[in-house]
């Protein structure tokens, strides 16, 4: 029986990895899919010169750029975070878009509290941005 538990805890352990593995590939098909009218372009740099600073994908959907960030884990968060304000204080035009694999349980307190302060909009899960992403993207480019 412990054999049989253990067995099975370690499958649901190694889904769960796979899923949070497939996440940035999800993200790139569903933008390929349902946001491809939207010209996006991936791995854009604002700064020329400090490639640290990436852009998952940008948009040019309105009167300003959208810079798309994929948030899977507390690292990402981070560089998220510092990239958003760099930009900032670069005075960059640009809305930031944060998707999140799991914003309540995939980063940290803390983490959170820092993107939240730095990022325009965020999505909470992928399938939340599935769900309302097109619609966001519709008013963006309507303003």
């Known amino acids: 029986f412990a054999q049989t538990v253990a067995k099975v805890s370690s499958m649901q352990y190694f889904k769960r990895e796979v899923i949070q593995s497939l996440f940035y590939e999800q ?22 010169e400090h490639d640290e600073y990436e852009v998952d994908y940008q948009f040019d959907v309105g009167p300003r750029p959208l810079y798309l960030f994929g948030v899977k884990d507390n690292d990402k968060a981070r560089l998220v975070t510092i990239s958003c304000l ?26 959170r509290t820092r993107i939240t302060n730095a990022a325009d909009k965020q999505f909470t899960s992928l399938d939340n941005f599935r769900e309302t992403g097109p619609e966001f993207f519709e008013r963006e480019r309507a303003a």
């Open 27 to 48: 993200l790139a098909e569903f933008i390929e899919e349902r946001l491809a009218r939207y010209n996006p372009r991936a791995g854009v740099l604002p700064i020329a």
């Open 86 to 111: 760099e930009f900032q204080r670069r005075r960059l035009p640009f809305k930031s878009v944060m998707v999140h694999q799991d914003f309540e349980s995939g980063i940290s307190r803390k983490d």
